[in-house]
């Protein structure tokens, strides 16, 4: 029993433009967020996906479309949404950022935790188990559940994911790649 995930990231938001950590804030794509999206496409030229699972947050939605349209069928779904920062969705990421790793079990204030994250993304799994054995799974998404990915699927600890996520090092890339067994 595996499932293939090929994750992507949502392409660039009017809030990453500013520095703004978005959360459940539900912030659009940019300009270059479009550009990134559409260009996605010849990127992954070739790959072939049986269904593409993407958050319902807008930046996820639009990115999803605007890459895999027409081509397979998208379904959102709000397990893969962003950490819920509470009190602190929509704030400067030089706020929120340094927070996030000192939230892994503790939860935002109205918010919830990575350790949360990981259980919706956990459950997300499983569904895919049930539903898509042996399938190829495209997945459009955010920070927080690609981190859950990392801890589920390749047994990193928290402080790994965190240290080692593109992100930081400004190494993105057109897809990575998960096994789920």
């Not at 990915?149 to 994911?161: D, F, G």
């Not at 996520?165 to 057109?174: E, F, L, T």
């Amino acid at each position: 029993m595996t499932v293939k995930i090929t994750y992507f990231v949502h392409g660039t938001t009017t809030d990453n433009e500013k520095r703004i950590s978005s959360g459940w804030y539900d912030v659009e794509l940019s300009d270059l967020g479009v550009r990134q999206s559409i260009e996605l496409k010849d990127k992954i030229k070739g790959k072939k996906f049986d269904v593409v699972f993407c958050s319902d947050l807008k930046r996820a939605v639009q990115s999803a479309e605007l890459t895999f349209k027409g081509t397979v069928n998208i379904i959102q779904d709000k397990r893969l949404r962003e950490c819920n920062y509470g009190k602190y969705n929509a704030q400067p990421s030089e706020i929120v950022e340094p927070l996030q790793e000192k939230n892994i079990t503790k939860r935002f204030p109205d918010g919830e935790s990575y350790e949360d994250v990981k259980k919706r993304v956990a459950d997300f799994l499983e569904f895919l188990k049930r539903k898509y054995d042996g399938k190829h799974v495209a997945v459009v998404s955010h920070k927080a559940p690609q981190l859950s990915l990392e801890v589920l699927t390749k047994n990193k600890p928290w402080e790994q994911a965190f240290a080692e996520y593109w992100g930081k090092k400004k190494a993105w890339q057109p897809g990575w790649e998960y096994i789920v067994e």
